[in-house]
């Protein structure tokens, strides 16, 4: 005898498709934010096992956070720029976001702020000392620098 009655397991589910159809077939922008609040509240809620239904219920509405993101031709014209631009170049970018930095900040580690320019316009590139310097002065793993997806 089954635990569950298939019935009871369909109106079950009817319900709640009927009542999570905006974020589980997302539309808009504000079904986009709706499903985005829930899944953080979800990630907020589930324990780190993997046995928690609430991961089940993580996968299916990310899946449709990525459904819906691969439609928007500005997310994927952005994933396309982001894909381009090389890593060294991604971290250099992110550490001076991070670190309030201009041109100048890297002056101990890369030198003149030409050849920072020149860097992050991708005309030169980082070489393994300034790897080791900016490595060092933000406690990073070099690898960071390197794309390893190409590899």
């Known amino acids: ?3 569950i009655k298939p019935e ?3 109106n079950f589910f009817l319900g709640f498709a009927h009542e999570a159809s905006n974020i589980l077939h997302i539309k808009s922008k504000k079904d986009y934010k709706e499903a985005l609040e829930i899944i953080e509240h979800l990630f907020n809620e589930a324990s780190d096992s993997a046995d928690d239904p609430l991961n089940d219920l993580i ?3 990310s899946k449709s956070i990525e459904r ?3 439609s ?3 997310i994927v014209n952005f994933d396309r720029d982001a894909d381009e631009i090389s890593q060294e170049i991604s971290v250099l970018r992110v550490l ?3 670190h309030n930095l201009t041109l100048s900040g890297f002056k101990n580690e890369i030198g003149s702020k030409s050849l920072v ?3 992050l316009n991708g005309k030169r590139s980082l070489t393994k000392g300034h790897i080791a310097k900016l490595s060092e002065r933000f406690s990073l793993n070099p690898v960071v620098f390197f ?3 190409a590899v």
Request: hydrophobic content about 45%.
């Open 147 to 149: 794309n390893l997806k």
């Open 1 to 3: 005898m089954l635990a």
């Open 59 to 61: 996968d299916i509405i």
């Open 96 to 98: 001076m976001a991070q």
């Open 8 to 10: 009871n397991l369909t």
């Open 117 to 119: 320019s020149m860097i």
């Open 72 to 74: 928007q031709e500005n």
């Open 68 to 70: 819906y993101e691969s």
